[in-house]
């Protein structure tokens, strides 16, 4: 025993461990780039549109040409495309590689407070297998949700690793800076709505920046470590900047997006004010609002047929649209219209509608809403009304995340057709199990009637036509049926692929008229007038769908360990951080800072994941209701990362606690025994 002991020392212990991280690294970078894609191609507001963008920027066209889906999403998503595309890098292997960055990025920055190589590894490991990257909603979609886990941890990271360093030298302080600078500006412009973690960029760059004009006593090098302390901020208004700018060359509006960024917003948060009869509380702007704006705006009535027409589309449930859809409509309708043309034509336009509905207001021929608005493109919050729901909602959210209740992956058929659905594979270098069937057909038939001319045809469940197999020479059967004169051109052969799932029929024609139809299923039929035999018409599913189940099974394993154990960590993380906030309040009132700094980090991470749940249980209070609780979910993938990064701080401190009394009751004991 004591042999082995010497043998395996702790130099072997480092690369036995070493090659374990390894090899779990390489297998989950194995899962991420053969995980069936998710292509839902008929996305066009989404998934098929941010990788048109993608495309688009590749080929040196910035976001292509302009229209009124061209500035309404972040740039990021469609970059890391443009970048993936590049380099010839798979898109769910770019993805992979992103996440596992990130994933060992944190575990650097908190090294100097998790030191244990074992527990580093473990957390190393925690984060890389985390269910918010073995989710349909985000690890097998080619949108922008699919990077928001890998940028969370890119930015909190960045931010932890320059907070812990503030009082270290310039060259060990600096690296972490430029880490949460390139995190802050890749994840705001990721999505519209990264304000969330703007508490806890902002909170760590004014501590860090407070600590860095303390540290240095001459003023050069105060101003050199406090620009480095708030290089995040600075790097984050320098991006608004330079698309802004670009935006302005490319298209002639300096905004980030014409969506939230121009006065397309101010039209919209117009509309959100209007005081109007009451409608369900799914509408945000209600048909009855939009009347009361066509009769005091002349600039919006130049656009009322399309928007009549728009409440009666396939958008519209019972003559309102729900939620937030109507902002996507109300463009569509000015597209119609033809102010797209354009970003300046757009831009000036909702200009001229939203003075003349802000005068309408002023002068009292339209009325407010009493409400509270978070922000342009959001409904009205009424805190007697609202917040009973939106606590309710925010419980539920909480609830799911910690328990990974809506994680799992799968093998999903794409949706759209089947360019769409190729193109999204083309793009992504990803695999779609497709919902289509393979049948190959292949029989004969013969009439009993001679001189008669046949044709076949085959047609779907709904009588549309699939495929017309042409008629082949066929001695075999002329031998069995001589007295048939048509029996020696008989043999048909064909191949179709398609949603045929309900099966095919087989349309007999003579002399150019419908004989009959029967279910084409493999056997022989007979009647008086034909004989058929169909010798093969089995319905074949996609070969990529029984790779895509063996993975995806052995993915929702890995994910069913997390939900075990997700709700008993979180309690774990709970009772650790009152006994956190409890240890820390007893060393403040003795001097001791050190473990202030944790107790910041895990506070900020905690506000800003309140602020993420209350924001989407808000904004997807409508689709909740109308759909259930998958889109509350899943546009909380930000929180996943956020709160695993909170479980392992704050267990690791109750950790360190434990292990910091049981050393201090030692060497008391031992100056006890000493005396």
């Given at each position: 025993?004591?042999?082995?002991?010497?043998?395996?020392?702790?130099?072997?212990?480092?690369?036995?461990?070493?090659a374990?991280?390894?090899?779990?690294?390489?297998?989950?970078?194995?899962?991420?780039?053969?995980?069936?894609?998710?292509?839902?191609?008929?996305?066009?507001?989404?998934?098929?549109l941010?990788?048109?963008?993608?495309?688009?920027?590749?080929?040196?066209?910035?976001l292509?040409?302009?229209?009124?889906?061209?500035?309404?999403?972040?740039?990021?998503f469609?970059?890391?495309?443009?970048?993936?595309?590049?380099?010839?890098?798979?898109?769910?292997?770019?993805?992979?590689?992103?996440?596992?960055?990130?994933?060992?990025?944190?575990?650097?920055?908190?090294?100097?407070?998790?030191?244990?190589?074992?527990v580093?590894?473990?957390?190393?490991l925690?984060?890389?297998?985390?269910?918010?990257?073995?989710?349909?909603?985000?690890?097998?979609?080619?949108y922008?949700?699919a990077?928001?886990?890998?940028?969370?941890?890119?930015?909190?990271?960045?931010?932890?690793?320059?907070?812990?360093?503030?009082?270290?030298?310039?060259?060990?302080?600096?690296?972490?800076?430029?880490?949460?600078?390139?995190?802050?500006?890749?994840?705001?412009?990721?999505?519209?709505?990264?304000?969330?973690?703007?508490?806890f960029?902002?909170?760590?760059?004014?501590?860090?920046?407070?600590?860095?004009?303390?540290?240095?006593?001459?003023?050069?090098?105060?101003v050199?470590?406090?620009?480095?302390?708030?290089?995040?901020?600075?790097?984050?208004?320098?991006?608004?900047?330079?698309?802004?700018?670009?935006?302005?060359?490319?298209?002639?509006i300096?905004?980030?997006?014409?969506?939230?960024?121009t006065?397309?917003?101010?039209?919209?948060?117009?509309?959100?004010?209007?005081?109007?009869?009451?409608?369900?509380?799914?509408?945000?702007?209600?048909?009855?609002?939009?009347?009361?704006?066509?009769q005091?705006?002349?600039?919006?009535n130049?656009?009322?047929?399309?928007?009549?027409?728009?409440?009666?589309?396939?958008?519209?449930?019972?003559g309102?649209?729900?939620?937030?859809?109507?902002?996507?409509?109300?463009?569509?309708?000015?597209?119609?219209?033809?102010?797209?043309?354009?970003?300046?034509?757009?831009?000036?336009?909702?200009?001229?509608?939203?003075?003349?509905?802000?005068?309408?207001?002023?002068?009292?021929?339209?009325?407010?809403?009493?409400?509270?608005?978070?922000?342009?493109?959001?409904?009205?919050?009424?805190?007697?009304?609202?917040?009973?729901?939106?606590?309710?909602?925010?419980?539920?959210?909480?609830?799911?995340?910690?328990?990974?209740?809506?994680?799992?992956?799968?093998?999903?058929?794409?949706?759209?057709?089947?360019?769409?659905?190729?193109?999204?594979?083309?793009?992504?270098?990803?695999?779609?199990?497709?919902?289509?069937?393979?049948?190959n057909?292949?029989?004969?038939?013969?009439?009993?009637?001679?001189?008669?001319s046949?044709?076949?045809?085959?047609?779907?469940?709904?009588?549309?036509?699939?495929?017309?197999?042409?008629?082949?020479?066929?001695a075999?059967?002329?031998?069995?049926?001589?007295?048939?004169?048509?029996?020696?051109?008989?043999?048909?052969?064909?191949?179709?692929?398609?949603?045929?799932?309900?099966?095919?029929?087989?349309?007999?024609?003579?002399?150019?008229?419908?004989?009959?139809?029967?279910?084409?299923?493999?056997?022989?039929?007979?009647?008086?007038?034909?004989?058929v035999?169909?010798e093969?018409?089995?319905?074949?599913?996609?070969?990529?769908?029984?790779?895509?189940?063996?993975?995806?099974?052995?993915?929702?394993?890995?994910?069913?360990?997390?939900?075990?154990?997700?709700n008993?960590?979180?309690?774990?993380?709970?009772?650790?951080?009152?006994?956190?906030?409890?240890?820390?309040?007893?060393?403040?009132?003795?001097?001791?800072?050190?473990?202030?700094?944790?107790?910041l980090?895990?506070?900020?991470?905690?506000?800003?994941?309140?602020?993420?749940?209350?924001?989407?249980?808000?904004?997807?209070?409508?689709?909740?209701?109308?759909?259930?609780?998958?889109?509350?979910?899943?546009?909380?993938?930000?929180?996943?990362?956020?709160?695993?990064?909170?479980?392992?701080?704050?267990?690791c401190?109750?950790?360190?606690?434990?292990?910091?009394?049981?050393?201090?009751?030692?060497?008391?004991?031992?100056?006890?025994r000493?005396?």
């Amino acid at each position: 025993m004591v042999k082995i002991r010497v043998w395996f020392n702790e130099k072997r212990q480092g690369r036995l461990l070493a090659a374990i991280l390894i090899l779990a690294t390489l297998f989950r970078i194995f899962l991420f780039s053969r995980m069936p894609i998710d292509g839902l191609g008929d996305t066009l507001y989404d998934d098929l549109l941010l990788l048109q963008h993608g495309e688009s920027m590749a080929g040196g066209n910035w976001l292509g040409d302009y229209g009124n889906l061209t500035l309404v999403k972040g740039i990021m998503f469609p970059a890391f495309i443009a970048f993936c595309n590049k380099f010839f890098i798979p898109y769910l292997l770019g993805m992979g590689l992103l996440y596992t960055a990130a994933a060992a990025s944190f575990v650097l920055a908190v090294r100097n407070f998790i030191t244990n190589r074992y527990v580093q590894a473990a957390v190393y490991l925690f984060l890389l297998y985390s269910p918010s990257m073995l989710s349909g909603g985000t690890g097998q979609r080619a949108y922008n949700l699919a990077l928001i886990p890998a940028a969370v941890l890119l930015t909190v990271s960045g931010l932890t690793g320059m907070f812990f360093r503030k009082d270290e030298k310039l060259r060990k302080f600096l690296p972490w800076s430029i880490l949460a600078a390139a995190g802050t500006v890749f994840f705001w412009h990721l999505r519209d709505d990264s304000v969330w973690l703007l508490p806890f960029i902002a909170g760590a760059s004014v501590i860090t920046l407070i600590y860095a004009l303390k540290k240095c006593e001459a003023w050069g090098k105060r101003v050199l470590r406090a620009s480095v302390a708030i290089l995040p901020v600075i790097a984050l208004f320098a991006s608004n900047l330079v698309i802004s700018a670009v935006n302005y060359k490319e298209y002639g509006i300096f905004a980030v997006n014409d969506r939230s960024g121009t006065y397309f917003a101010d039209f919209i948060s117009d509309l959100l004010r209007i005081k109007a009869d009451d409608a369900a509380d799914t509408v945000w702007i209600s048909q009855d609002a939009v009347n009361r704006a066509l009769q005091v705006s002349p600039s919006l009535n130049e656009m009322k047929p399309q928007i009549e027409q728009m409440f009666s589309s396939g958008w519209a449930s019972g003559g309102e649209i729900n939620g937030d859809l109507i902002v996507w409509t109300l463009r569509d309708a000015a597209a119609q219209a033809g102010y797209y043309r354009d970003a300046v034509t757009a831009n000036e336009y909702f200009r001229n509608v939203h003075e003349e509905i802000s005068l309408a207001f002023k002068d009292g021929r339209l009325e407010k809403k009493d409400a509270v608005y978070l922000s342009n493109l959001s409904d009205g919050f009424v805190f007697s009304e609202d917040m009973p729901e939106l606590l309710s909602f925010m419980a539920e959210d909480f609830r799911m995340l910690s328990g990974y209740e809506k994680s799992a992956t799968g093998a999903y058929t794409g949706s759209g057709n089947w360019y769409q659905r190729r193109y999204i594979e083309a793009m992504t270098g990803a695999n779609i199990v497709y919902n289509d069937v393979y049948i190959n057909i292949k029989g004969w038939i013969i009439l009993k009637e001679d001189g008669k001319s046949k044709t076949i045809t085959l047609t779907d469940e709904n009588g549309n036509t699939v495929n017309t197999p042409s008629l082949q020479e066929s001695a075999d059967i002329l031998e069995v049926y001589p007295e048939y004169d048509n029996s020696g051109v008989s043999r048909f052969q064909t191949d179709v692929r398609g949603e045929y799932r309900n099966g095919l029929f087989l349309n007999i024609y003579t002399d150019g008229s419908l004989l009959d139809t029967i279910p084409l299923v493999s056997g022989l039929t007979e009647t008086d007038s034909y004989i058929v035999n169909v010798e093969s018409a089995a319905a074949l599913n996609d070969p990529e769908l029984g790779y895509a189940k063996r993975i995806v099974s052995f993915s929702n394993k890995i994910v069913g360990l997390y939900k075990i154990s997700g709700n008993l960590l979180t309690a774990a993380a709970v009772l650790s951080y009152i006994v956190l906030t409890v240890y820390m309040i007893y060393r403040m009132r003795r001097k001791e800072f050190y473990w202030w700094n944790i107790w910041l980090v895990i506070t900020g991470l905690a506000g800003s994941c309140l602020v993420l749940i209350a924001a989407v249980s808000w904004f997807t209070e409508f689709l909740t209701k109308i759909q259930g609780t998958g889109h509350l979910y899943h546009y909380s993938t930000g929180a996943l990362p956020v709160m695993e990064m909170i479980k392992i701080l704050s267990v690791c401190s109750l950790g360190k606690i434990i292990s910091e009394i049981r050393c201090s009751r030692k060497k008391h004991e031992s100056l006890l025994r000493g005396q």
